[in-house]
């Protein structure tokens, strides 16, 4: 019996092996490698900065196939990671087999494959982030019987030349349609390539910000995902990234994942849904709305949201993009619905009425047509987000959240059902706290709650300190008043930055 969901798979594996990627072994890598006759082999990893790394390989034998997917090979960890030593830096990088995808961009055929890190007696690098995520998710999973999936909302600019024809309204670009939004193919063009990659990709369409200079064009486009454990959500976050920078590389033209391309435009943000499973049941909701489960949640990340930013909101520009009335979060708070709070709760399909029947009254559905789908989505990273620690980040909070006394009451007591930019509230909003307004202010939350961060072992006492560090080093203490009305020194910034992780 043919099944329909390999059949439709985009990944070029998937459909040749039979099998979902998960199920990847060595031997199925080299037999699709033998049948679509692929010269190369890139191994690629994330290390210190954000960025994926490459490893090539042409493939000179079966042998020598052999060893590259069995024994992965050694790199230079020093030159990878600061808090590695030259005097003994030599790492292993070994394959994960299930993120073997065919390389788009390469003139050999290629097939690329995700690594992870180990140290010279073969244990995973406690350092690495790809590690750290890794454990976070497998002691939750221990302490609580659940697992966690995410998404991300990957927003991006596209810069180039000016187009007088059918030119889009200032900040109205929200899902148009070409001829007014310039660079729908692109973004369809990468939707299809991330897919091919293993990326579950749930859409994209074009967002809100777009401008133009007397000489430049600026427009504003997201593509968001499905649910996927969380250390599978972040490879594809990373993968959709390299690829869309390639794809505009290719045409000559610029991308930028920065948080703020200019003040009082839009900025891009890097939204993180969450939700808990258990035996694959989502258990966000119960009978009377939002489980407690989901509200203890809320509740953890909310308690360690200002250090979270330390994570998600990494360099200087970040913070001018977290600014009130910008749809972008600046208070501790929680609502449904509410795109001025920092945890939104957005609509999760779980009301009774059927709506595809009622559009479509000659369609018969015999049973619910969507399961609980229900997510909370955490709005304050940005493009800049170092994306293994933020997510795992996310994940102790959760964790946190599910241990800490006086959850539920956090929980009822940051919830807001109103605009608080609005001045009829404005005597909520006085009364949250706020979030870091620099980077330097985010290493000294960071610092206070370090011990929850490395409970457990998951963050490594060193990684901690790197963040820090490296944070307290902008020196962009108070940044957004000493800039204020300044707009060739923040434009020089945001050039400094326009190409963060």
């Not at 290390?47 to 042998?63: C, Q």
């Not at 960071?446 to 998951?458: H, V």
Request: aromatic letters at 10%; proline letters at 4%.
């Amino acid at each position: 019996m043919k099944d329909s969901n390999i059949l439709m798979n985009p990944n070029a594996l998937v459909k040749f092996l039979k099998k979902p990627a998960k199920e990847f072994t060595k031997k199925d890598l080299i037999h699709f490698i033998e049948e679509y006759e692929i010269e190369m082999v890139n191994f690629r990893y994330v290390a210190e900065d954000g960025k994926l790394k490459t490893l090539n390989f042409i493939i000179s034998s079966k042998e020598h196939l052999d060893t590259i997917l069995t024994a992965g090979e050694r790199v230079d960890g020093s030159s990878l990671f600061s808090f590695i030593e030259a005097g003994s830096s030599d790492l292993y990088v070994i394959p994960r087999y299930k993120t073997a995808f065919v390389n788009p961009f390469s003139e050999v055929p290629a097939l690329d494959i995700l690594c992870s890190f180990y140290n010279c007696e073969g244990k995973p690098l406690e350092s690495a982030p790809e590690n750290i995520l890794r454990k976070a998710h497998q002691k939750f999973r221990d302490a609580t019987g659940y697992t966690m999936k995410a998404l991300g909302e990957l927003e991006y600019y596209v810069n180039s030349e000016k187009e007088d024809h059918f030119p889009a309204a200032d900040q109205r670009g929200y899902h148009a349609s070409r001829p007014f939004a310039k660079f729908e193919e692109l973004r369809t063009e990468a939707l299809r390539l991330i897919a091919q990659a293993g990326g579950q990709v749930k859409y994209g369409h074009s967002e809100v910000g777009n401008f133009t200079s007397h000489i430049e064009m600026f427009e504003q486009h997201e593509i968001e995902f499905l649910p996927t454990e969380v250390e599978d959500a972040v490879d594809q976050m990373v993968v959709a990234k390299w690829i869309l920078r390639m794809l505009a590389r290719e045409r000559g033209i610029e991308i930028s994942f920065a948080p703020k391309i200019t003040v009082g435009k839009a900025g891009s943000g890097l939204h993180i849904h969450m939700l808990l499973e258990r035996k694959g049941k989502n258990v966000m909701t119960c009978a009377t709305g939002l489980s407690d489960i989901a509200k203890k949640m809320i509740a953890g990340i909310l308690d360690l949201s200002d250090a979270l930013t330390a994570f998600g909101n990494t360099i200087p520009p970040s913070y001018l993009r977290l600014v009130p009335h910008q749809e972008a979060p600046t208070n501790i708070c929680w609502g449904d619905r509410n795109r001025s709070a920092l945890v939104r709760v957005p609509l999760g399909w779980n009301m009774k009425h059927n709506m595809i029947q009622d559009a479509n009254p000659q369609e018969c559905l015999e049973e619910e047509p969507f399961n609980n789908k229900q997510t909370v989505e955490f709005r304050a990273p940005d493009g800049s987000a170092d994306l293994y620690h933020l997510v795992a980040g996310l994940v102790v909070a959760t964790l946190h959240g599910m241990e800490m006394e006086g959850a539920l009451d956090l929980a009822e007591k940051l919830y807001v059902d109103v605009n608080i930019f609005e001045e009829a509230h404005k005597d909520k909003l006085e009364k949250l706290d706020k979030l870091p307004d620099s980077c330097f202010e985010s290493a000294e939350r960071l610092e206070a709650k370090r011990e929850i961060f490395e409970k457990y072992g998951i963050f490594p006492h060193g990684t901690i300190d790197n963040f820090i560090d490296k944070l307290k080093s902008y020196e962009d203490k108070d940044l957004s008043d000493k800039l204020y009305g300044k707009e060739e020194e923040i434009r020089q910034l945001v050039i400094k930055y326009i190409h963060t992780q």
